[in-house]
């Protein structure tokens, strides 16, 4: 066995304690391919123990990495023979004269991070991300923040500041807006105008085409055009 190779027999072992049961770690002494793995920890995951050999990727590998300069293979996805999907992350161990010895292969099997993943997908899930009440836990929000945590999440929404927004759009957003009661909130057609480079008379344009009896009731007295005129965009 390589010097180089022998040195790390016992990181396996510390490595697979800091990576946890799901991450298989894999020692190889390319010297001998027929019986290469010299350490292994949590090998149930691919079935594997010491003295089992390359696996044919790990010789393709191997002659891919002896006719280039590279020290390690990223992220890769890899499955074991029941079909578990495995990330796996190889690193060529190279001696003074760059020549391999050994590989260092971290296994990450990842099906319990997969059902994780998709337990969390529907458990976040929401018909929509805007909406008017956003309160920190153990605090109250004051209407300034609940106006611009809502303008937030609708140029998050939309993926564009509001001022940059086409007719459509902007008619878009007051549509949302308005189906999570933001208008309801004191000045709220106020800082939708300032953040969209809009005038209030424009908000309460589109106010009266997003909004029908059944759904809000009549809609807000507007301003007195003699003092304030503005233009549509």
């Known amino acids: 066995m390589h010097p180089l190779v022998r040195a790390l027999v016992p990181v396996v072992k510390g490595l697979s304690l800091a990576l946890g049961p799901d991450c298989e770690v894999v020692l190889h002494d390319v010297s001998d391919p027929e019986h290469s793995i010299v350490a ?3 090998g149930s995951i691919s079935g594997r123990k010491v003295g089992d050999p390359l696996t044919d990727y790990g010789l393709f590998s191997l002659k891919a990495a002896l006719s280039s300069d590279i020290d390690y293979l990223p992220n890769f996805l890899a499955r074991t023979r029941e ?3 495995m990330r796996c992350n190889t690193l060529f161990l190279r001696d003074e004269h760059r020549a391999i010895v050994g590989y260092l292969c971290l296994n990450y099997d990842m099906t319990r991070a997969e059902i994780a993943k ?6 976040t899930a929401i018909a929509s991300p805007v909406y008017s009440e956003h309160f920190a836990e ?3 929000a004051s209407g300034t923040d609940l106006l611009q945590r809502n303008l937030g999440l609708i140029r998050d929404l939309l993926g564009k500041p509001l001022h ?8 878009e957003a007051v549509r949302h807006l308005e189906e999570k009661g933001f208008f ?3 000045g709220a057609v106020e800082a939708f105008a300032q953040e969209a480079g809009v005038s209030v008379f424009t908000v309460y344009r589109y ?6 009896d059944s759904q809000a009731g009549p809609v807000e007295k507007l301003p007195n055009p003699n003092e304030r005129q503005a233009k549509e965009p």
Do not use: D, P, S, V
């Open 40 to 42: 292994i920890e949590n």
């Open 83 to 85: 079909g578990r999907r």
């Open 118 to 123: 998709g337990l969390l997908e529907t458990l």
């Open 138 to 140: 153990g605090t109250a």
């Open 164 to 171: 940059l927004l086409k007719r459509a759009e902007r008619l």
């Open 184 to 186: 309801l909130l004191k």
């Open 207 to 212: 106010l009266r085409e997003t909004r029908t």
